[in-house]
């Protein structure tokens, strides 16, 4: 199992940019594929971005595809995800995950979430 911690989220204007970080500890972070979720206030928690353990592939959902970019440093077990081009719809608790499968975009794939981290995007 592969320990999570979010990081980086914060207010910021529509248009402004913010780098979110995922700390991860325990099983080997470089052998699994890492995912960004968020839930924004009274939606359910939807797929943002992934990117794979082997060639870091990288795949995104289409409301973030050329604004946000999802990358790893499997030397200090880092995940992140930069988001240029906020938009207030962008306003949710973003939260990273860790999967032995490279196709989930289900959260309920998922047993365990950490905190998150709150990202206010104002217009």
């Known amino acids: 199992q592969v320990q999570l911690v979010e990081s980086g989220g914060g207010l910021v204007q529509a248009g402004g940019s913010l780098r979110l970080s995922c700390a991860a500890s325990g099983r080997t972070f470089s052998r699994y594929n890492m995912y960004w979720f968020r839930q924004a206030p009274g939606k359910e928690r939807e797929f943002v971005a992934t990117?794979?353990?082997?060639?870091?592939?990288?795949y995104y959902a289409d409301s973030v595809k050329g604004r946000f970019t999802i990358s790893r440093d499997n030397a200090k077990s880092t995940l992140y995800l930069q988001m240029n081009s906020l938009k207030p719809e962008d306003t949710a608790v973003y939260y990273c995950n860790a999967h032995s499968s490279s196709l989930v975009r289900s959260p309920s794939d998922f047993a365990s979430w950490g905190q998150g981290t709150q990202v206010t995007v104002s217009s």
């Open positions: 990117i794979a353990w082997s060639l870091g592939l990288t």
